[in-house]
């Protein structure tokens, strides 16, 4: 069983920076992947790393501010994020995938979820 522990939320002011962490133990995976969920909105894609062609994809609203990287030795992924506004506040999820995936930024073609980490941003 795919299990994903996360780790590397917190308060942080906004411009600041934050580093967040999963790492998966388990099973292989094809793809990992984060996404985020504000109160009252749909949970949304941010970025994602795949392991097989070593792609990058990310959501318009964070190119060039957040940046997803693998470890493949700890079988972990990171996402920076700079430049951080009150608008990134949310729970982040980390996600894989065992399967190949068609776009890699829907939140249904991620079967493994980690247990969310709280991001807030202060204005």
């Known amino acids: 069983q795919v299990q994903l522990v996360e780790s590397g939320g917190g308060l942080v002011q906004s411009g600041g920076s934050l580093r967040l962490s999963c790492v998966a133990s388990?099973?292989?995976?094809?793809?990992m992947a984060w996404f985020r969920q504000a109160p009252g909105k749909e949970r949304e894609f941010v970025a994602a790393?795949?392991?097989?062609?070593?792609?990058?994809y990310y959501a318009n609203s964070v190119k060039g501010r957040f940046t997803i990287s693998r470890d493949n030795a700890k079988n972990s992924v990171d996402l920076q994020m700079n430049s951080l506004k009150p608008e990134d506040t949310a729970v982040y999820y980390c996600?894989?995938?065992?399967?190949?995936?068609?776009?890699?930024?829907?939140?249904?073609?991620?079967?493994?979820w980690g247990q969310g980490t709280q991001v807030t941003v202060s204005s």
């Open positions: 388990g099973r292989p995976f094809y793809a």
């Open positions: 996600a894989s995938t065992l399967h190949l995936a068609a776009t890699m930024r829907t939140r249904y073609e991620y079967d493994y």
């Open positions: 790393r795949s392991w097989t062609d070593d792609r990058e």
